[in-house]
């Protein structure tokens, strides 16, 4: 039987989550929006989109109670993240929350990082699962199988590097709003390529500029040391860079629409490329794998954001 997934915020990134869900094999069976309205044009957008013919609500709890979702998948703004992940926790769903964990802007730091271990107890206290969607190290088998074609071994690592831009719908971002909205993403690669790594705050380096920010550490592990640099861009025009790799070796992100219609994504070195599914794509599908008890992966844990949300705020205040 297909796992049952309801979407809180379906009209921006969560339209794209819903359609993974969908190819993935599961049922979207309803959606939580802000107003009747809004939930009419997105009801019309995702059955034109992939055949949705679930319900849309305006009340989470009631939507929680009338269908009980296996999955509820939190696409609403950051600063509803705790209460939408804390609320879908203790009715018993698996819950995938975007990035990052939670954060408020009226907030101080040390309140945001109260209300993300927060999020984290629910989740102990619970019997569900969790994933932060901070896909990138979804990508890293085949970042790792590309590595190993042109090295011929998969080396230890001893440098991480991603730089991303970002050219958004809204308008322009600046200062640390950039840091905000992106720093989960290279902090949430860095751990996935660094397993049991933690940073050398000693070396923690961070500068927020109008529309760049860069952050410089390395990190100790395994008897190991890493170097790890971050280059975060908001630009007005052009295509975005998302850049990644390790040891030099880095690959250029690029999404395209497949022959089938559907997302992929491409990663390029020089005239060599492979392509592969979206990285969220993998990240849903293998969080819906792990659900059913048949295998699966969470590639951030609850754990690993709030770790994610940690450094994130550590790194922020040096820059501060």
Not at 11 to 32: C, D, K, N, P, T
Not at 39 to 53: E, H, I, K
Request: hydrophobic share 40%; charged share 25%.
């Amino acid at each position: 039987m297909a796992l049952k997934v309801a979407v809180i915020g379906a009209s921006g990134i969560g339209q794209h989550h819903a359609r993974w869900h969908h190819l993935s094999g599961s049922e979207v069976v309803a959606f939580v929006g802000n107003s009747q309205a809004s939930c009419a044009q997105t009801a019309l957008r995702l059955r034109d989109y992939f055949g949705f013919s679930g319900r849309a609500y305006t009340d989470l709890a009631l939507m929680l109670d009338k269908e009980n979702p296996d999955i509820v998948d939190v696409c609403s703004p950051f600063h509803l993240h705790r209460t939408h992940v804390e609320t879908a926790l203790e009715a018993g769903c698996h819950v995938i929350c975007e990035k990052p964990l939670c954060w408020d802007m009226e907030k101080s730091p040390d309140e945001i990082i109260t209300d993300g271990e927060a999020v984290f107890a629910a989740l102990e206290a619970s019997q569900s699962l969790m994933v932060m969607s901070a896909q990138y190290p979804a990508s890293i088998p085949v970042y790792r199988n590309f590595y190993i074609q042109e090295h011929g071994q998969w080396d230890d690592v001893v440098s991480v590097y991603m730089e991303m831009e970002v050219n958004g719908r809204k308008g322009p971002k600046f200062g640390e709003d950039i840091w905000v909205d992106l720093a989960s993403h290279p902090l949430s690669l860095a751990m996935g390529f660094l397993p049991g790594h933690e940073i050398d705050w000693k070396t923690a380096q961070c500068v927020i500029d109008e529309r760049e920010n860069r952050a410089h550490f390395e990190t100790v592990g395994n008897g190991r040391r890493c170097v790890v640099d971050i280059l975060l861009r908001d630009i007005d025009e052009g295509s975005p860079i998302r850049r990644f790799g390790v040891n030099g070796f880095w690959v250029d992100w690029q999404g395209y629409a497949a022959d089938d219609g559907i997302y992929r994504a491409k990663l390029t070195h020089g005239d060599k490329a492979v392509l592969c599914n979206d990285f969220m794509h993998i990240l849903i599908e293998d969080f819906a794998v792990k659900v059913r008890g048949d295998g699966g992966h969470i590639w951030v844990s609850g754990q690993d954001a709030l770790q994610n949300l940690k450094d994130q705020i550590a790194l922020l205040k040096l820059a501060r």
